[in-house]
C-alpha cells in the first residue's frame, strides 16, 4: 500500500477559555494512493476539521501532514495556495456551483486558475461532463440542473484538473438515495486510481460499500480503520 496521506499526533483547538473546543486530539491517520476511504463518526467528532487540514485549508495547532510527500508544515502561505490549486479537488455537500456560470464553465474553474485559457479549460471540461452524462445539460445553469446533476458537475469541478487527492465533505447530503449511490458510483469509476487518493467525510451509512478503507472517528481522534472489498471496484 502506498501512503499518500500522512497524518501523524495531529491537533487542533478553537476559541480559547471556557469556549475553547478541542476538535482534534492527536490524530494519526493514513490514506492510500488507489483507494477511497471514508472518515465517518458522529457530528462534532473532527471529521471535517481533519478533512480540511489535509487539504491545507486549515492549519493545524501541532503534528504533521503529509500528502503525496510534500510535507503542508514547510510549505510558505503561497506555495500551500499553489499546492491546493494544482494538487487538490473538492466535492462539496452543497455543491458551490456558480450560478451566473454554465455546467462547462463551472467545471472548467480549476483549470482556468492553474492559467489554461477559457477554450481550453472549457474542451477539457466538456469532455469530463459528457463522461459524466451530462452532454445534454453543458450550457445550462445551476439553477436548470437537478441535484445529482449539480453534483455530477461538483464532480467534474473536482477532477477536471488531474488532483492527486480528491476530498469530498458529505458528498451525498443533499441528494436522495438514488442520486447518492450513482454519485458515488461516478465518483469511484473517475476519481479512485493508483496515483491518486480519494478521502470522503460522510454520515451516509448507504455508501459504505463504495470505500476500500473506512476510518472511524469519535472525540477528536480515529479510533479504528476498517478495510472492506468496495462494490464498485
Known sequence: MAIAVDCH?????????????????GVTFAAAAGEMTLLVGPSGCGKTTLISAIAGMLTPDAGSIAVFGAD??????????????????????????LPALTATENASIPLRILGASAGEANRRAAVLLDRLGLAAHRDRF??????????RVAIARA???EPQLVVCDEPTASLDAQSGQAAMALLRDLAVRADRAVIVVTHDSRIFSFADRIAHMADGRIENVSIQDAEAA
Do not use: E, I
Not at 510549505?75 to 494544482?86: P, Q, V, Y
Not at 445551476?142 to 453534483?151: F, K, T, W, Y
Open 142 to 151: 445551476p439553477d436548470q440542473l437537478s441535484g445529482g446533476q449539480q453534483q
Open 159 to 161: 477532477l477536471v484538473h
Open 72 to 97: 503542508l508544515r514547510k510549505l510558505s502561505r503561497g506555495k500551500l495556495t499553489a499546492f491546493r490549486a494544482k494538487s487538490v479537488g473538492f466535492v462539496f455537500q452543497q455543491f458551490n456551483l
Open 9 to 25: 499526533d495531529v491537533t487542533k483547538a478553537f476559541g480559547t477559555g471556557d469556549a475553547r473546543v478541542q476538535a482534534l486530539r
